[in-house]
Nanobody, 124 residues
Framework: QVQLVESGGGLVQAGGSLRLSCAAS????????MGWFRQAPGKEREFVAA????????YYADSVRGRFAISRDNAKNTVNLQMNSLKPDDTAVYYC?????????????????WGQGTQVTVSS
């Protein structure tokens, strides 16, 4: 059982930046591809970014490509999401998730473990 805890959310003005972190209880986090998803009020949960087990491959949703960057430190069992040039449309609860896949995957059903989420609010 992998336990994931997100942190770093908050309120920021449009154009600002936030860095989300996901801490995992699993010492062998390098066995999982990791992903970030988000869910805005009244909308379905959607894919944001994913990273392979080794960290050598990443994948982004079109809506965030060029603004967000996912990274991981397997030695520290953490995954980060650097979010720049934030827009009001980025407002959502952001979730960290772990998948037994080797490669980064954008599908929600590929992920077995989920964190509780952290709120990101971008004001205009």
């Amino acid at each position: 059982q992998v336990q994931l805890v997100e942190s770093g959310g908050g309120l920021v003005q449009a154009g600002g930046s936030l860095r989300l972190s996901c801490a995992a209880s699993e010492r062998t986090l390098n066995k999982y591809a990791m992903g970030w998803f988000r869910q805005a009020p009244g909308k379905e949960r959607e894919f944001v970014a994913a990273i392979s087990q080794s960290g050598g491959s990443t994948y982004y949703a079109d809506s965030v490509r060029g603004r967000f960057a996912i990274s991981r430190d397997n030695a520290k069992n953490t995954v980060n999401l650097q979010m720049n040039s934030l827009k009001p449309d980025d407002t959502a609860v952001y979730y960290c998730a772990a998948s037994p896949s080797w490669a980064p995957v954008p599908r929600i059903d590929a992920y077995n473990y989920w964190g509780q989420g952290t709120q990101v609010t971008v004001s205009s």
